[in-house]
């Protein structure tokens, strides 16, 4: 069973930053693509920013040049480097692992809180 853990979340001032770790158990790290994903009460959970396998990126238009997100595939590890934090960056923040073996996977973690406030 695969686990996908997050951490690092937590209360910043506008313009300052935070890092995001995602941590998933198992042997398919390597072989799945990840994102990171938000969601604010009352609206849908929306793509913040992904990278697959061979390491290819793409954010929201929103977060573009303000956020990076990288691999790590000997820790089983992706980041999420968020700078220049503005209030509407406020969200539970969620990290999904995905792929395809026999058929489609997609393992979610249990997300951590990102407050964005002065």
């Known amino acids: 069973q695969v686990q996908v853990v997050e951490s690092g979340g937590g209360l910043v001032q506008p313009g300052g930053s935070l890092r995001l770790s995602c941590v998933a158990s198992g042997s398919i790290f390597s072989i799945s693509s990840m994102g990171w994903y938000r969601q604010t009460p009352g609206k849908q959970r929306e793509l913040v920013a992904g990278i697959t396998v061979g390491g290819i990126t793409n954010y929201a238009a929103s977060v573009k040049g303000r956020f990076t997100i990288s691999r790590d595939n000997a820790k089983s590890t992706v980041y999420l480097q968020m700078n220049s934090l503005k209030p509407e960056d406020t969200a539970v923040y969620y990290c999904?692992?995905?792929?395809?073996?026999?058929?489609?996977?997609?393992?979610w973690g249990q997300g951590t809180q990102v407050t964005v406030s002065s």
């Open positions: 999904k692992l995905s792929g395809r073996l026999i058929s489609q996977y997609e393992y």
